[in-house]
């Protein structure tokens, strides 16, 4: 069995193809960054034409590059959402269209568990229950992943993003777009003790939610009071500080959620989840706590189909499919369960 991937979700078309071994027989990006980095962030129309404009070929190539033509596909699976709806209208219009000239299944999935497919395809032994931190430009939330595709909400940001935070406090220290990817590199060569920014929520230990807004904050208010001249001498020190500052509450939140629900694992999904000092301070929370920190390859924490093609091969093994199919820009995840009830004396 082949799985055919397609993601169009935001700025990046993605097509990837898994075959039932959970092998990636190809992968291939467009990326839209430059058509998008004139206007500081991503324009929803021009993302969609791209998206028009590049799935095709991109499909074609992707087929050439795996050596294998349409006829051995058998299944599609596209993302429906969240993201921005005519862009997720390109994916969806042509991922039916093309599965019904083939006579083959469709199906549109949720975009976030669809990082979680990629993440899986590092460790496909892991069995749920294990927790879900999801860290990426648009969403920052933690999940109790359990048997038939079902999960349960424990905490999710009450303002920014995580990679929201990353590329936004970028751009006011002058990193350009995006930012997040560019401060990380900066961070590596700062001292991320020099400046101490807020790391919000930490001191309710009866939730697991997020907050990032008050870390951009804090950076605006060191930009506005400082010279161009000191930011530049000091901008090594200062993304090293944000880093840290995100780092430390996804780090503390994901050992917490371990705690609350006495699981094994978290599998860290997300752009976000590339970062090298996440996987880092992760890595060494899960030996001194007791638990496996998962991540996809790098190469594979970004939008991509082959995240796609992994969730959508693993639930047609299981014969579990979303019963909506309906293209939305905002979505809860397919099987999601009431929250999570903190026990009393949490902490």
């Known amino acids: 069995m082949r799985v055919l991937g397609i993601e169009t979700s935001c700025d990046e078309t993605g ?5 039932e071994s959970g092998a990636i027989l190809a992968h291939l990006v467009a990326s839209q960054v430059d058509v998008h980095a004139v206007y500081g962030g991503v324009v929803p129309e021009i993302a969609a034409r791209a998206h028009l404009e590049n799935l095709g070929p991109l499909v074609d190539q992707t087929l050439r590059d795996a050596d294998l033509d349409l006829s051995a596909i058998d299944l599609i699976a596209y993302t ?17 269209a093309l599965a019904k000239s083939l006579g083959i299944p469709c199906r549109g999935l949720h975009h976030l568990e669809g990082h979680l497919g990629s993440a899986l395809l590092t460790e496909p032994d892991l069995k749920p229950p294990f927790v879900v931190l999801v860290a990426s430009g648009g969403h920052t939330e ?17 303002d920014d993003a995580a990679g929201e935070a990353f590329d936004k406090s970028g751009k006011l220290l002058g990193l350009g777009y995006p ?4 401060l990380a590199r900066w961070a590596q060569k700062g001292n991320r003790k020099a400046v101490a920014f807020p790391r919000a929520l930490l001191d309710r230990p009866d939730n697991l939610e997020f907050s990032f807004s008050g870390l951009k904050t804090a950076v605006s208010r060191v930009v506005q009071t400082h010279s161009t001249g000191w930011i530049e ?34 599998v860290v999904v997300g ?25 996809a390859k790098p190469s594979l ?12 091969m693993q639930r047609a093994k299981a014969g579990i499919w979303p019963e909506n199919q309906t293209v939305q820009a905002t979505m809860p995840w397919d099987g999601l369960e009431p929250p999570f009830v903190y026990p009393k004396g949490n902490g």
């Open 15 to 19: 097509c990837g193809i898994v075959d």
């Open 80 to 96: 429906r959402g969240p993201g921005l709806v005519g862009a997720l209208l390109v994916g969806a219009t042509y991922s039916q």
């Open 142 to 158: 933690l999940l109790l992943a359990q048997e038939g595709f079902r999960y349960r909400l424990l905490g999710r940001t009450r």
């Open 179 to 182: 930012a997040g990817p560019v």
């Open 233 to 266: 001498e000091n901008r090594a020190d200062l993304c090293a500080g944000v880093e840290e500052a995100i780092v430390d509450v996804l780090v503390k939140r994901a050992g917490q959620a371990i705690e609350v629900t006495q699981s094994e694992a978290v």
């Open 271 to 295: 752009g976000v989840a590339a970062n090298l000092r996440l996987r880092e301070k992760l890595q060494e929370k899960g030996r001194q706590q007791g638990f496996r920190a998962v991540f």
């Open 301 to 312: 924490c970004g939008d991509n189909g082959v995240m796609l093609a992994a969730i959508g």
